[in-house]
């Protein structure tokens, strides 16, 4: 499935204005944007849609028509911003805004200047735990009991140095309470020896020390079966924009991206609401 930065092409945040809105950010509060802008972070929320502001009933709902702009869009994947006549769609962890009318769109992050929060971002928590939450953990290789205060899903390739070093302290997140849900994202893609070897953990008897055995470099002498759950993992990770390993995925949906040592994560988890 295409990704809406691929539809909206060649839209994209150019540099000089990403720097600006950083430097309104870091600011803070609406008198770091003036002008259009300024108008546009106070505006009101947006009507509902299928209506217009004398309260009368309009013929087309923006939804649909939005929706018909975009291939494989839905008017329920839709969504009202709080900047009237402006509408959200996300497509994993990628997100675009269209005028009500289809006519022009905006890819990239939307914030909200009076309270420094990213609201593209709450969408992709959102978003993340939705999707992992379609996969069962039948499908995961999971090390730690249910009962550990915390859980985190990591999309994990075996041959990245920094996954095997987080691998390698398996056991001191566990002991901090922090049970670790692999799920598997081997960078290289279908047909290299990553994948094997992913295919090979999935496909073993004891798949938590074949885990273990893979991250160590060692061979494992194992047939790959059928209907391992490794491409479709893959795919999760590239819609949710997986760009390196280990991926973190914490309860509320944050994505840390890269290692983080059981120090630090049991420290970060303890401030992380959900």
């Given at each position: ?127 993340r735990l939705r999707?992992?939450?379609?996969v069962p953990e ?19 390739d075996v041959d ?115």
């Amino acid at each position: 499935m295409k990704s809406l930065k691929a539809l909206l092409a060649p839209l994209a945040c150019v540099a000089f204005a990403c720097g600006l809105l950083g430097q309104a950010l870091a600011a803070g509060g609406e008198r770091a944007v003036s002008g259009p802008q300024a108008h546009a972070a106070a505006a009101p929320a947006s009507h509902t849609a299928g209506t217009s502001t004398g309260g009368t009933s309009t013929s087309a709902d923006p939804r649909v028509l939005i929706a018909s702009k975009i291939p494989g869009a839905r008017p329920e994947d839709v969504r009202a911003t709080p900047i009237a006549g402006l509408y959200e769609i996300m497509r994993g962890n990628d997100a675009a805004f269209v005028s009500a009318d289809g006519k022009y769109a905006i890819a990239g992050d939307l914030y909200d200047l009076r309270s420094n929060v990213n609201l593209t971002e709450n969408e992709r928590r959102a978003t993340r735990l939705r999707l992992l939450d379609q996969v069962p953990e039948s499908q995961m290789v999971i090390f730690g009991a249910k009962t550990e205060p915390h859980t985190i899903t990591v999309f994990t390739d075996v041959d990245c140095p920094y996954c095997r070093k987080l691998h390698s302290q398996i056991a001191e997140y566990n002991r901090l309470g922090i049970r670790v849900r692999y799920m598997f994202y081997p960078r290289t893609g279908p047909n290299t020896p990553s994948w094997t070897r992913a295919e090979e953990v999935w496909c073993s008897s004891d798949r938590h020390a074949a885990l273990t055995q893979a991250k160590l470099g060692e061979t494992l002498h194992v047939k790959v079966c059928p209907n391992t759950p490794v491409a479709r993992e893959y795919e999760l990770g590239r819609e949710l924009e997986v760009q390196g390993t280990p991926a973190i995925v914490l309860a509320n949906g944050d994505m840390l991206p890269g290692y983080v040592s059981p120090a630090e994560l049991a420290q970060l988890l303890q401030t992380v609401k959900h």
